[in-house]
């Protein structure tokens, strides 16, 4: 494996995990999936370690399927709550394109980080990039097809829409980890309606003082 393959092949590598990556702002907390199942909760504490002032979060890079949501209310935050939420969350997202949208996902994944470093460290890039390329581009166009239309039904802000389906849509690693922004997008669906309950209990609950 000559240099150049060896660094576009780290590339590769080293964007998919960048989009396992994101960065906590005060007040936020995020749920991960591991490998068994279950959750991994990460919070911004003031003792925290943080990077220019966020905490670091790291997403499970074995999952590709809903891996994780980040809540940013404080209020909302509830170990009874989230795993409920989290429950109807992925039963909206049981239809049948997000099903196909897994399996396209995990075909993205296996091409890019099993059968491409096989390629090129057997030195058959030259002759077989056409055909990745072209699997690869089917694979993601068909895939950023169904993630927009599924991202229409639950992303109703147009300008937030627009900036998730781009970054999809400009780099084929990105789109391996699209479900995330599904489930993100269905978590903030359903937590309006607590918001809305939550303000409104608030503006109704009298000062403490009163109560003396």
């Known amino acids: 494996?000559?240099?150049?393959?060896l660094e576009l092949t780290a590339l590769v590598f080293v964007f998919y995990l960048f989009e396992c990556v994101h960065f906590l702002k005060q007040n936020e907390t995020a749920y991960t999936g591991v490998l068994t199942g279950k959750l991994r909760k990460w919070e911004y504490l003031p003792l925290s370690y943080t990077l220019i002032g966020r905490h670091?979060?790291?997403?499970?890079p074995l999952r590709v399927d809903d891996g994780l949501v980040i809540f940013r209310d404080k209020d909302l935050i509830s170990g009874q709550a989230y795993p409920d939420r989290r429950t109807r969350a992925a039963l909206r997202l049981s239809n049948p394109s997000i099903s196909i949208l897994r399996i396209l996902c995990s075909a993205l994944a296996i091409i890019?980080?099993?059968?491409f470093p096989v390629i090129v460290y057997r030195h058959l890039l030259l002759f077989l990039w056409q055909i990745l390329l072209a699997e690869v581009l089917l694979l993601h166009i068909t895939t950023c097809s169904i993630f927009t239309m599924e991202l229409r039904r639950w992303q109703k802000?147009?300008?937030t829409r627009l900036s998730k389906a781009l970054a999809v849509f400009l780099n084929p690693v990105a789109a391996?980890?699209?479900i995330d922004v599904l489930t993100q997008a269905v978590f903030e669906t359903l937590e309006k309606p607590?918001?809305?309950r939550l303000q409104h209990m608030k503006s109704e609950t009298p000062p403490q003082d009163s109560l003396h």
Do not use: P, Q
């Open 194 to 196: 607590i918001v809305r």
């Open 112 to 115: 890019l980080f099993v059968v």
């Open 56 to 60: 670091l979060c790291v997403v499970n």
């Open 157 to 159: 802000d147009s300008t």
């Open 176 to 178: 391996i980890r699209c």
């Open 1 to 5: 494996m000559i240099n150049a393959d």
